[in-house]
C-alpha cells in the first residue's frame, strides 16, 4: 500500500521517501510577509526604520515558512503512520489465517474486475440492441411477405397470423427498448 502525501510518500514497509517541498504549502506565509511588508511601506514610507521593518518580515516569512512546511509534514506523516498502524489490525484480525499480500493483490485486481464488468455490461447492452434490430428488420420482413400474399382464405389465416405475431414482436421490441433507455 503507498500512500502519497504531497511530496512525502509512505509505503507498506514503512519507508518513507521526502522530496522537495510544494511552493503551494508555504504560499500563505510568504504573501504574509510580502503583504506586511508592503504595508509596512505603504504606511511609513520610504524611512528607514520602514525599510529595515518591512526587510525583516520578508526575511522573517523566508525563514518561517520553510520550517513550518517541515513540521507540517512531520506531523503529517505521524497521523499517516499511525493510522495505519490503527488499520494494520483491521486488515486481517487473524494473522495466522491471512494470505500475505491479499490486501495489496485486491487492491490490484478491483479496478481490473471493475472494468471487465463495464466491459460486459456494454458488450450486452449492444447485442441487445442488434437483436432488437433484428426482430425489427424479421418484423419488416413479414410485413412484406404479407402484403405479397394472394389474399386467398389459406392466405388471409397466414396473414392474421402473422400481423398478430408482430404486433407481440413490437410490444418485445417496445419493452426492450423501454428497458434499454431505463438503463443509460
Known sequence: MELSMGSTVVTGSDKVKSTTAPGWIALPIYLFGI??????IAAGGFATNAMLLSAALV????LVA???VKKLRADMLAAVQTEHARLEGHLCGNKSQCIHGLDSLCVGVL??????????RTHTEEATINLAKRFDSLSHGLDKAISLSN???????????????????????SSMRAALDGKQ
Open 59 to 62: 526575511a522573517s516569512a523566508l
Open 35 to 40: 503583504i506586511g511588508a508592503a504595508a509596512v
Open 151 to 173: 389474399g386467398d382464405g389459406e392466405g388471409l389465416q397466414l396473414g392474421e397470423l402473422l400481423k398478430s405475431c408482430q404486433q407481440e414482436l413490437n410490444t418485445v421490441i
Open 66 to 68: 520553510p520550517l513550518m
Open 111 to 120: 479496478p481490473v474486475w471493475y472494468r471487465q464488468i463495464d466491459m460486459a
